[in-house]
């Protein structure tokens, strides 16, 4: 704004809410203008917080406002009538008008086809708004004519520009400019001088040595990047101009600007010598990028008789004569030099007079920025300096304090270099008064949702609400009863479930019986079901097919003993007497506990009718089975917890386990040593890594005993022995324990056995300490403190009950349990009757088996079974201080086996025996029996046949192809 202004106030981080006038006090123009900042400010933040970045009103044209289209011929783009606010500025648009005819651009003869001929693409139609100043000279009206010539106040008007730019295919319209913001900075001090003997100099004691007050200007002129950019400087803020009546030239190739009226005033007048700026409505309407400045021009002549004054062109100057018509006016700058184009920015402290000094920083310039630099001649202590912030006694850097330009994308449209064709899309957003909001004005993220062509809530909600009665959908949103949607599902009917994301809490397990097919999707780990109370969160039961993807869960209890109302080896998820289950995608985590009780996943048969309680029993427990068809379970990461197993499946007919992971989370504190082994099953499972394979009534005899070997103990009393592995530390210590601590009065072997196992609980429920007879003993202690409470999972897969027919287990990775893969059928029945499964096939699994105690344990099992083939699997087997000796198979096949039997190329690591397989009964024919081509490192033996005759071992072949 280059007014005659004596400085600006206005700070928005003052947080100055108003002006205040007090009576009897010199009005200045500075507090009315702020006072004018002040309200600007306000209107304008508040209007952008409601608005937005850019909003059209509804309420005004049927929020056409700014809309764009084509004119019929395709020669030019039209712009509808109304209104839009631009961060908060309110532009308006008093009539339907054309890209070629609106009001805020004078494109003189340069239309749009003229400037983009041939430059065929797409465009980004945009609004440049930004805010010019009005003097007298841009609009007479202004001028109070009664005043005789004097012109009074300025004014700030808002101008609107639809430009075009090419689309650069970036996608992305959020904060779009159409080139680089200006990012420069200026610094300003005022510095003192030498001595000076001049006496209309002030003193050199002072900074700042003019005598007059000023508000010096500072100005970009050629815009661009740091090495191009210039600029000019006016110590009365560029204020002083005049009005153009015509240029001509004369016979001196030297133009002669006739003026409206010139002002004789030395100071505020034109001179020789002086550099002046001629500019129009055309120039300043106009800007390209980087801003709009004119042509500088050095006052060769001024005749003192006439208004006129002579300026020279430099060569390869633009003439004066070329700068449009409309408002044609000069400003006088104050800067020296010879070349037309300004003072290069790209150097140090650069003076402007009388100690003024700046210095620019920053890489990229507009023409037209600009800073204020108040100075103020010395009349006390206070003056005699210049108005700038500093920092730690260094002057600030600043910046600009405008012209600002705010952007919005309107529209993008195709042009095939002649004419325009379409329009693409339109950007304009659309905003109603607060008092009339509907669905239709309020978006929402559509993005995990997925609801074709929803762009807005009413879109969403016809579209639910159109959905096939027949395939009920159901919302889940978080929040109290969430689970009570399920209830809208009738007896039989089909329901497709969706969860959003958020967190969804049970205090009791959801029970779905009888319904339809169900498909439940969530968000990814972002749904999150949570039970803490609960054994189980979703249990399914006789419901036609399940399909559940894309969603965590997690249960915090588990059930066993006495006393409990959960029932034994609930899933996270539970199935029952389902058909068809396919499980993918999900995140599923159970609680820990001493012994095993539940499981992430349980699928299991259904009974088919009971029997009447009068009726005869039958003669086996799986006459009643009715399997479940179908089973996938497929890429999920399930967290088992300690002593818990991953995923049970008891009588299914197919079943396809394949790319899950299977890890045993860590243990929580609760779940102490201590605490573990007031666990009779885990104190048990202890106990066997010091009193493991027990034989009663052996050693009587010399000979006997002297078979004993390094891990075994033998102890002897007048009516009992016993014969025991055990740990190869303590095998003194059971000796010293026999010789001296066993109490008295043992009636037999069995006596002994129990007496034995009851010193060992003792000793783990007393921290390795035992008592005998009163007496203590502290023989255990030091093996009790290698004990580790590590969290070991109890089993990963499981594959059980009395029927399967097709399993396949692949390519999964399981982690910290004491059994991987367990694959066996079974039920109780009269001698002689076996379950046998169909096709079994476990292969590429990555299986890690930790051994923090006894138990059950190993790789890979399979029982009884047609056709198995176990190939490309890698098992380890991380042992603890207290079971380093222990022993483990990496894989035990043992049972009844039809034609077909391979195991080959697997990686047996840090086990005990590599392979077991021990056949039971008889084989039609000649079997495939094949075990080959696996590694054992270090096992003490690879391929282990326990008690199986000559012939039966002929019938398997490869064995040798083995190794360890």
């Known amino acids: ?15 100055y809410r108003g002006v205040l006038q007090q009576q009897g006090r010199v009005q200045l123009d500075s507090d009315l203008n702020e006072q004018q900042a002040i309200n600007q400010y306000y209107d304008e933040t508040g209007a952008r917080d409601l608005i937005g970045p850019a909003g059209v009103p509804k309420s005004k044209f049927n929020g056409n406002g700014f809309k764009i289209g084509i004119a019929s011929d395709g020669s030019d783009l039209t712009i509808k009538q109304g209104s839009i606010y631009v961060d908060g500025i309110l532009c308006e648009n008093e009539s339907d008008v054309t890209y070629n005819n609106q009001v805020g651009i004078d494109f003189k003869d340069d239309s749009f086809k003229a400037l983009y001929s041939d430059k065929q693409g797409t465009y980004i139609v945009y609004l440049d708004v930004w805010q010019r100043h009005i003097t007298a000279l841009d609009d007479p009206n202004i001028r109070e004519k009664a005043l005789g010539g004097p012109d009074t106040a300025t004014r700030i008007k808002t101008v609107w520009q639809v430009k075009l730019a090419k689309d650069d295919n970036k996608n992305s ?96 007048g034109f001179s020789r010598g002086k550099w002046v700026e001629v500019l129009s409505d055309y120039i300043e309407l106009n800007g390209q990028p980087y801003g709009a400045h004119g042509e500088l021009y050095r006052i060769s002549n001024v005749d003192p008789s006439n208004p006129k004054i002579k300026i020279s062109c430099q060569l390869n100057q633009q003439t004066p004569d070329k700068m449009g018509s409309k408002n044609l006016k000069l400003r006088r700058w104050d800067h020296k ?111 995990k949702c997925e609801i074709p062509n929803a762009e807005n809530v009413q879109d969403a909600l016809e579209y639910l609400c159109n959905l096939n009665d027949s395939a009920c959908s159901l919302i889940a949103s978080p929040g109290k009863d969430w689970e009570l949607i399920f209830n809208k599902i009738a007896d039989k009917q089909d329901a497709k479930i969706c969860f959003q994301v958020g967190e969804y809490l049970l205090d009791k397990p959801v029970i779905l019986n009888n319904k339809g097919h169900l ?105 009643n089975i009715q399997l479940v068809k179908s089973v996938r379970v497929r890429n999920n990461d399930l967290y088992v917890g300690a002593e818990q197993v991953g995923i049970l499946l008891v009588n299914v007919a197919r079943a396809v386990v394949e790319d899950n992971s299977i890890v045993t989370s860590e243990k929580p504190k609760s779940l102490s040593l201590s605490r573990l082994l007031e666990n009779k099953k885990y104190r048990s499972a202890i106990r066997k890594l010091v009193i493991s394979s027990p034989v009663l009534g052996v050693g009587k005899d010399e000979k006997e005993a002297s078979k004993i070997s390094k891990d075994e103990v033998l102890i002897k009393t007048e009516k009992g022995s016993i014969r025991f592995k055990t740990d190869p530390s303590l095998t003194t210590t059971w000796q010293t324990l026999a010789n001296n601590y066993l109490p008295k009065g043992i009636q037999n072997d069995r006596d002994l056995l129990s007496n034995i196992e009851k010193i060992i609980d003792i000793a783990l429920l007393n921290k390795g300490v035992t008592s005998v007879s009163g007496q203590k003993f502290n023989g255990f202690k030091d093996w009790y403190e290698l004990l580790i409470p590590k969290a070991a999972g109890s089993q990963g897969i499981v594959i059980g009950g009395g029927k399967a027919q097709d399993i396949h287990i692949v390519n999964n990775k399981i982690s910290g349990t004491r059994q991987g893969i367990h694959v066996g059928v079974s039920h109780r029945s009269e001698k002689g009757e076996y379950d046998i499964a169909g096709v079994v096939h476990i292969r590429d699994n990555n299986i890690s088996i930790l051994l923090p105690s006894g138990g059950p344990r190993h790789g890979i099992f399979a029982g009884n079974c047609n056709s198995l083939i176990i190939e490309n699997n890698y098992v380890s087997v991380k042992r603890l201080p207290t079971t380093l000796k222990t022993s483990i198979e990496g894989i035990k096949v043992y049972g009844y086996f039809g034609k077909m039997m391979i195991i080959r190329q697997n990686h047996l690591e840090n086990t005990t025996v590599g392979i077991m397989f021990k056949p039971l009964g008889k084989v039609s024919g000649t079997p495939q029996w094949i075990i080959t081509d696996n590694v054992a490192p270090g096992a003490k033996n690879t391929v282990f046949l326990p008690y199986v005759t000559d012939s039966t071992r002929k019938l398997v072949r490869g064995i040798t192809e083995n190794y360890s």
Request: one cysteine or more; proline letters at 6%; a negative charge.
């Open 173 to 268: 319209f959020e904060n779009w400019t159409p080139y680089p913001a200006s990012n420069g900075k200026l610094a300003a001090k005022a510095e003192l001088a030498l001595s000076s003997i001049d006496p209309c100099k002030l003193s050199s004691t002072i900074g700042y040595r003019r005598l007059e007050n000023q508000l010096y200007r500072v100005e970009i002129h050629k815009g661009g990047k740091r090495e191009e950019a210039t600029f000019k400087w006016s110590r009365d803020n560029g204020s002083v101009t005049a009005g153009v009546t015509k240029i001509d030239k004369d016979e001196d190739d030297k133009y002669i600007v006739t003026l409206k009226n010139i002002n004789r005033d030395e100071v505020l």
């Open 519 to 623: 498909k439940i999707s969530g968000c990814g780990p972002g749904t999150r079901i949570l039970a803490p109370e609960s054994e189980a969160a979703f249990s399914f039961e006789s419901c036609e097919s399940v399909e559940i993807h894309s969603l965590y869960a997690e249960c915090g209890k588990i059930g066993f003993g006495k006393g409990t109302d959960l029932k034994h080896l609930n899933g996270v998820f539970t199935f029952s007497a389902c058909p068809e289950i396919n499980i993918e995608n999900v995140k599923l985590k159970c609680a820990a506990g001493a012994e095993k009780a539940a499981t992430c996943i349980s699928i299991r048969d259904a009974p088919k009718d009971k029997p009447d309680s009068n009726s005869p029993k039958p003669k086996s427990k799986n006459t």
């Open 337 to 447: 030099g010879e070349n037309s184009y300004g003072i290069p920015v790209n150097q140090e402290w650069i003076p402007l007079e009388d100690g003024i000094t700046v210095n620019f920083s920053g890489d990229t310039f507009h023409s037209g920025d600009y800073w204020l630099i108040p100075a103020r001649t010395a009349i006390n202590s206070e003056t005699g300096n210049i108005e700038w912030p500093s920092e730690g006694g260094e002057p600030s850097e600043v910046e600009r304090a405008g012209i600002y330009h705010h952007y919005c994308p309107l529209a993008l449209v195709e042009f095939d270099g002649i004419n325009f064709k379409t329009v693409v899309k339109d950007f304009r957003r659309l905003f109603p008064p607060l008092t009339d909001v509907n669905a239709i004005d309020v978006g929402f993220d559509n993005e």
């Open 1 to 15: 704004m280059q007014g005659d202004f004596s400085r600006n106030t206005f700070s928005k981080k003052n947080h």
